[in-house]
Nanobody, 121 residues
């Protein structure tokens, strides 16, 4: 599956952005989907994941209560709604698809190209 992330940009602290990840090549039904991010000079880290049947979600503690992951299997798209953004949320955000519902990025076999989110203070 090929993944295309979009929706990043520059936003002030306290603002909101919605990232989208459109899949092509196959349906994402049956796949777990995740968002990860990599800040400058840091390792890529888990942000959020959603199970294939939309029954379960996982969030990093740092974004819990502020970010929401959703999916629309009919549109082959996954979203990440980001509210109350903080400067420390600045990073390149990547969407990923895999067979396992997990926070561990090595279980995700397909990755998008990333979209940059910059939060100014």
């Amino acid at each position: 599956v090929q993944l295309q992330a979009s929706g990043g940009g520059l936003v002030q602290a306290g603002g909101s952005l919605r990232l989208s990840c459109v899949a092509s090549g196959r349906t994402i039904s049956g796949l777990s989907m995740g968002w990860f991010r990599q800040a400058p000079g840091k390792e890529r880290e888990f942000v959020a994941a959603i199970s294939w049947n939309v029954g379960s979600t996982l969030y990093a503690e740092s974004v819990k209560g502020r970010f929401t992951i959703t999916r629309d299997n009919a549109k082959n798209t996954v979203y990440l709604q980001m509210n109350s953004l903080k400067p420390e949320d600045t990073a390149v955000y990547y969407c990923a698809a895999g067979m396992r519902f997990t926070t561990v990025q090595t279980y995700y076999g397909s990755w998008g190209q990333g979209t940059l989110v910059t939060v100014s203070s």
